[in-house]
């Protein structure tokens, strides 16, 4: 699998692009007969660990009379349970607590928290649903978070232990570290107490007109989030070569991982479409067809000012000739929209205007950098599919 290496950074933290290991460890535990990914969550759910009076019961909002409903792992992973997205109510009386939390000591600092103390803290079993589970889509941390929980109620073992014995090990990802905040558990250069490179937010003007830049600034990292928002869906650290050698692995060996090939294929089949975008959400992943209807698949993801992204052309004949671009950055400039809608952006060095692609200008927050380089590089090295900003 050729490998396009845009910026090498090592040990880079991207939140949401490694979601893609806890839905492989939960169809690891379906070839182990643990589970049925159809099954429903309510089925793994403990009631007393999280006080409820006899099973979970959540019903859709406004549709209380349809009575209960029964999300399924699968629609966890494939972000259609309709669980609320608990993890980004801003504003709201969970959005203070969550605040009160990242400044007091305990789980959430020690990295000690596990995903039924995450699940407590946020709530989200007494709230209602959005919708009535598998009918949409919406991209919700939470699901992941429920996933974790499961992994370690039916291994008895913390997350991390499990990725680290059945995943990170037998795929020989030596480079590759789940971290939730423990002091000394930190991978790389964060062992010092620093990220190896710092990360950056590019703060941008805009008008009527096109988009100016104004300054870029440093973010200031905190292991907190790591316990209080990430977990299961996206508390890993990696380098580009670990992740390009995962993805060959799962599509070429999947054995080597405790998978069947039946199982690579459930886990990355187009289900939920992502509205604005040409792709599905699959299982971690984004899914979509490519020209000549070759598989593409794509996950990004970032933390603290890094930015990381996958995008792999599959080889229908041979996965092993797949094509990929892998971009790690310390720095993602998202250029917004201007208030006419044009997506542009004035240089700084002579306010020249640089016109951006269209296409990159589905995201509502505006055009996302690492997908245009992703996009550039793709056909700077005559990748086979156009690719398309998901």
């Not at 966890?76 to 203070?96: A, E, F, V, Y």
């Not at 889509?137 to 974790?148: D, K, L, Q």
């Not at 200031?220 to 990430?230: E, H, I, K, Y």
């Not at 016109?355 to 995201?363: A, M, Q, T, Y």
Request: proline share 6%; hydrophobic share 40%.
């Amino acid at each position: 699998m050729p490998l396009v290496i845009w910026a090498e950074v090592s040990h880079l933290g991207a939140k949401s692009g490694w979601r893609f290991f806890t839905a492989v460890a939960i169809y690891q535990l379906q070839e182990k007969g643990l589970l049925n990914v159809t099954d429903p969550v309510n089925s793994y759910i403990e009631p007393g660990d999280f006080g409820l009076p006899l099973i979970w019961c959540p019903m859709i909002h406004d549709k209380e009379q349809l009575g209960c409903q029964e999300p399924t792992i699968k629609q966890l992973l494939q972000m259609s349970s309709g669980i609320l997205p608990t993890d980004d109510l801003q504003g709201t009386d969970w959005d203070l607590k969550w605040g009160d939390a990242m400044g007091r000591t305990g789980p959430w600092l020690d990295g000690n928290a596990s995903h039924l103390d995450l699940i407590k803290f946020q709530e989200v079993l007494g709230q209602p649903l959005l919708f009535a589970p598998g009918t949409k889509y919406c991209y919700v941390n939470t699901n992941y978070h429920i996933a974790g929980y499961i992994v370690e109620k039916l291994t008895n073992m913390s997350f991390g232990s499990y990725l680290e014995e059945n995943i990170l090990k037998p795929a020989n990802l030596s480079n590759t570290f789940y971290w939730t905040g423990m002091p000394g558990g930190q991978p790389g250069g964060l062992r010092k107490g620093v990220v190896p490179l710092p990360g950056y937010n590019t703060i941008f003007e805009r008008d009527s007109g096109p988009a100016k830049f104004k300054q870029v600034n440093r973010v200031t990292w905190f292991p907190g989030q790591l316990s209080t928002q990430a977990q299961a869906a996206g508390a890993l650290f990696s380098n580009m070569h670990d992740l390009l050698r995962w993805y060959n692995l799962v599509l070429t060996q999947p054995e080597v991982i405790g998978l069947s090939k039946q199982s690579v294929v459930n886990l990355t089949e187009p289900l939920q479409t992502v509205p604005g975008t040409n792709a599905s959400f699959a299982q971690g992943l984004m899914v979509s067809k490519g020209p000549a209807q070759e598989t593409q698949l794509t996950h990004n993801g970032g933390i603290w000012g890094f930015q990381t992204q996958i995008t792999v052309w599959v080889d229908a004949v041979d996965a092993s000739k797949s094509d990929a671009v892998v971009v790690f950055s310390n720095l993602n400039p998202v250029i917004p929209f201007g208030m006419d809608g044009s997506c542009s952006v004035l240089l700084p060095k002579d306010s020249s205007r640089i016109d951006l692609n269209k296409s990159l200008c589905g995201n509502q927050q505006g055009a996302s950098m690492t997908s245009y380089v992703t996009d550039r590089l793709a056909r700077i090295w005559g990748m086979p599919a156009s690719y398309s900003s998901v």
